[in-house]
């Protein structure tokens, strides 16, 4: 008699159960997930469409090249979100920063990614990794002449240095990594004798740094790697190909700490209804075929170790990279940006 009270009660449930699939919007909404990227469509769609067809979960992803951060500061608790893409440490710090990004605990993304290119509580995790490096002429660099960020502050190089903004996130994390590893003064220093090289006030994006060695303005330009491929395959504007061909990669601070690296990366939104396919996107994303899928069409280093490279990325050569964890860079952002004013770095 109790046994069937009990087979009762658990029919009735499930048929509530199903009720509430048919009518609840929470139910209904499972299976989904919802991204913010400000990384572009091109990449995302056949990584997103290569983890809806492994597992069925289907990927709403709003592209959002500016303004995800005031955007889900406006949207609060009501965010539709789940996670956010996006590139470098800098936006994963600021969106953390505002309280906006989760913990997350997953033993595929420890095991994936090394513990420097993840937030050691899990608010964010890095999935590509590019190196910030120098781009030094062919012709009027000698071999052996600019080795390091810090040759770029050398007076010897006078006259001859091209860089974009030094407000960009690109270039604060630089600063913050040097900052890091050799303290604020030593880094307000190389700021000015960066700026007092400067051939030309900053300006520009990393590609138009080398353009311009390409046209003789400066001699050596500080980008990311990434630009490289994109410039040397580019077919819809080819004079960037020519542009690539002038200059050679130069990976700085192979003798001492290592060169710069940073990353894209992910985090789950605070106040996430699709938890767990959040997670589970962010692991698919940091799994061998995601990662292949990044490196080929984006020419970025995998997070993942044993990834093959891109053909062109594995011409550029083996490198050392900084090994100072990412999360500790980030925190130094704050005072890289100060510095950045200090030295009037703009103008
Ligand atoms: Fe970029």
């Not at 989904?32 to 990227?37: G, Q």
């Not at 007092?196 to 003789?216: H, M, S």
């Not at 192979?254 to 996430?272: M, W, Y």
Request: hydrophobic share 40%.
């Amino acid at each position: 008699m109790k046994y069937k009270k009990y087979v009762a009660r658990g029919v009735l449930f499930s048929l509530l159960l199903g009720a509430a699939v048919l009518s609840s919007p929470a139910f209904a909404a499972a299976g989904e997930v919802n991204l913010y990227s400000s990384r572009q469509p091109f990449l995302m769609q056949p990584l997103l469409a290569a983890f809806t067809k492994k597992t069925g979960i289907k990927v709403n992803m709003a592209y959002l090249e500016k303004g995800m951060l005031e955007r889900l500061k406006a949207e609060g608790r009501n965010s539709p979100a789940d996670l956010i893409l996006v590139s470098d440490i800098g936006n994963l710090h600021n969106h953390d920063k505002a309280g906006l990004l989760q913990p997350v605990s997953s033993a595929t993304l420890s095991t994936n990614i090394p513990p420097q290119y993840r937030h050691p509580a899990g608010h964010w995790f890095g999935l590509t990794v590019r190196a910030r490096v120098i781009y030094a002429s062919k012709t009027r660099v000698k071999p052996g002449e600019v080795t390091t960020y810090e040759d770029l502050a050398d007076p010897k190089m006078k006259g001859r240095v091209c860089i974009r903004s030094g407000k960009h996130v690109y270039n604060i994390s630089l600063l913050a990594s040097i900052i890091v590893a050799k303290g604020a003064d030593a880094a307000t220093q190389w700021a000015s004798g960066v700026k007092a090289n400067l051939a030309r006030k900053p300006q520009g994006n990393d590609r138009a740094q080398v353009k311009a060695v390409y046209e003789g303005e400066c001699d050596v330009a500080v980008g990311n790697t990434y630009y490289m491929g994109k410039m040397a395959t580019n077919q819809k504007d080819p004079i960037q190909k020519d542009w690539a061909k002038s200059v050679n990669i130069i990976f700085p601070n192979q003798n001492d700490r290592g060169t710069h690296v940073n990353v894209s990366g992910a985090g789950v939104v605070k106040n996430a209804k699709n938890k767990a396919n959040a997670i589970r996107l962010i692991e698919f994303l940091s799994g061998t075929a995601a990662q292949k899928i990044y490196a080929e069409m984006n020419f970025e280093y995998p997070v993942k170790a044993g990834v093959p490279l891109h053909p062109i990325v594995a011409a550029w050569g083996d490198f050392k990279a900084d090994k100072a964890f990412l999360s500790k860079i980030a925190t130094a952002r704050t005072q890289a940006t100060k510095l950045v004013d200090l030295v009037n770095f703009n103008n």
